[in-house]
């Protein structure tokens, strides 16, 4: 796992555009994992300017989406269906057929859920999969005691996860209580995952899931076992790293030749 320091939100975003970037131009046809939430923003953001101007294209490119609520119609403002396209799809020359998500309003959740996870297979594997965490560490929707052997499946969302996401909605009874999401040994498939953190909120669940112990108690502690994990995190996030200053060097020595 590379432990990135940076000193706020646009250098991490700046970080993760890069890596998304040389990824497209070298291989036009890859797969992205979208990440959903505020973590990703700033670097979809930067993947839009580029695109608008020539530099990367997405017209080959395929998407699946992370995660998705059960029970919101496909035209609610908050589902992640349409999150992506509002902050990131929609401002690309990517295909909207190929950017893929869970089905929320299927009448046979498990029948979707078995579809997906055939999606991804088929697709060939996601090539760089964007993530964040929660502040319990979740990751995606893993709430804490989530399985490390999971798959795509229906969870049940805990109160401080409705809570965090009720800023969305007209108030907290309206988040869904359960959502779709691609389990922790699916998110592990991919090979590249790049999960951002930014903000002193994320400092405890950073700390634990890059240093503490691996636990279903927090579901991001799993990228332990990846065998290419970048954590690109701000200062306040790198608050509670016990291993801080060894990351800062490790990054400023990097040799040249040394991709992220």
Known sequence: MEVIIVADPNAAAEIAADAI???IIEKPSAVLGLATGSSPVETYRRLIERCIAGQISFTDTSAFLLDEYIGLQREHPETYHNFIRRQFTDHIDIDADRVLGPDGTALDVSATCEAYELSLQASGGIDIQLLGIGGDGHV?????VSSLGSRTRVKTLNEQTRSDNARFFDSIDDVPRHVITQGIATILEARHLILIATGSSKAKPIARAVEGPLCAMVP??????HPHATVIVDEPAAAELELADYYRQTYHSKPVWQRL
């Open 220 to 225: 991001a502690s799993a990228i332990q076992l």
């Open 140 to 144: 995606g929707f893993n709430e804490p």
């Open 21 to 23: 970037g040389r990824l």
